[in-house]
């Protein structure tokens, strides 16, 4: 069947074995990615967020984790955003029941409208509160996951700068720029098989003179201290 035209196949996607990078490491399907406004890149089949890799690349445990841990998070802020809704229909649906008995009787309609309002409004807020939480919690997850894969390609030796990681992975610069800037930290803590000899990738924070001051008063006073402490041991000496 060729109902392209031909030389046209539409069945020749399926003749190529796909890579490594290809596969969703949460619903282990192979459907491509989409760029997302909040999560950067999502599965096209489950919807989880994603980091593109190159060819023959792959993502470590850590990375995994945190994506795992993302999309887990991304999940229940969904029921909790539901469950926001739901809170403030309750508050409309007690405001209106309350509206018609307040015509008979001012304090039963207040009764009323805290009885079925006061609960709702109280999920809704909560609830609201909570997939705020939430939201931050899986940008940080998103962020780790980013910063491993970073780390991962720069040890490969498949990139070794801001620039590249956005070349290969098809993310924006600002991403790219902030997953490469964790991967420095980790080089500066000491994390295992990261380091970066290139220099620095952000500029540097210019030192504070006051700083440098108080660091020479505390050496002062420290040699003082030290000088004291030889003296009395000498005063003490037979």
Avoid at 14 to 38: A, F, Q, S
Avoid at 72 to 83: H, N
Avoid at 84 to 100: E, K, Q
Avoid at 175 to 191: K, M, N, P, S, Y
Wanted: glycine residues 10%; charged residues 20%.
């Amino acid at each position: 069947m060729n109902s392209g035209g031909p030389g046209f196949d539409i069945y020749a996607h399926l003749n190529d074995k796909p890579g490594t990078g290809m596969t969703c490491p949460l619903c282990r399907g192979i459907g491509g990615v989409t760029r997302h406004p909040e999560l950067g890149f999502v599965c096209n089949l489950c919807g989880g967020p994603r980091v593109p890799l190159p060819e023959g690349a792959m993502l470590d445990e850590v990375a995994r984790s945190t994506l795992r841990k993302a999309e887990d998070l991304r999940k229940k802020r969904g029921f909790m955003r539901g469950l926001g809704i739901f809170g403030f229909v309750g508050v409309a649906f007690g405001l209106f029941v309350a509206l018609p008995v307040l015509f008979f009787s001012f304090f039963a309609s207040l009764l009323t409208a805290l009885f079925i309002a006061g609960p709702s409004l109280a999920i809704a807020l909560w609830s609201r509160a909570r997939a705020s939480a939430m939201t931050k919690e899986m940008l940080a997850a998103i962020d780790a996951a980013w910063g491993a894969a970073a780390r991962e390609l720069f040890r490969t030796g498949q990139i070794k700068n801001a620039a590249d990681l956005a070349k290969v992975t098809g993310a924006d610069g600002e991403r790219a720029q902030q997953a490469f800037t964790l991967l420095q930290v980790d080089a500066e803590i000491g994390a295992p098989n990261v380091r970066i000899d290139a220099g620095p990738i952000v500029s540097q924070v210019p030192e504070d003179p006051r700083f440098a001051a108080l660091e020479a008063k505390a050496e002062a006073e420290a040699a003082e201290a030290e000088g004291s402490a030889d003296a009395r041991a000498k005063s003490r000496a037979p």
